[in-house]
C-alpha cells in the first residue's frame, strides 16, 4: 500500500504483489468513507478527480466495502461494480476472487493481533 486518504476525493493507491513477485498498481479515489461503516472507491478517477485512462490490462470497477457489528464481531461486506459484462469477467480471469479471498485472511489475521 502506498496511500489511503479514506475521505471523498481522498486518494487510494495500493500496490497489489503476486505469488512470484509480479506487481499491480491500483491508483483511485475515494467517493465515500464512513468510519467502520463503509467505503467506497474507484479506479475510474486519479486523486484531483482526473479521469482515468482506460488501462488496457485492468477495468474501471467501483468496490463497496461495508462493515457491522455482529455481536462483538465484524461483518464486512465487499461488492465490486463492473462497468461491463466483459470488465468483470476479465477481473474473474486475473484471480479476483481468490485476491479477495486472502486480503480477507490478511486483515482478519492483522485484526487479531490488534
Known sequence: MKTLEPRPGGASHIVMRGPNGEES????????????QRLVFTNAF?????????????????T????????????????????????????EEMGFHEGWRQTTGQLEALARTL
Do not use: N, Y
Not at 25 to 36: I, K, N, S, Y
Not at 46 to 62: C, K, L, N, R, Y
Not at 65 to 81: F, N, P, Q, Y
Open 64 to 91: 463497496i466495502v461495508e462493515m457491522s457489528d455482529e455481536g462483538g464481531k465484524t461483518r464486512h461486506v465487499v461488492r465490486a461494480l463492473h462497468w461491463t459484462e466483459e470488465a468483470r469477467k476479465l477481473h
Open 25 to 36: 498498481d491500483g491508483v483511485g479515489v475515494f467517493l465515500e468513507a464512513a468510519p467502520e
Open 46 to 62: 486519479a486523486p484531483g478527480w482526473i479521469p482515468s485512462a482506460q488501462p488496457a490490462v485492468v477495468p474501471f470497477m467501483t
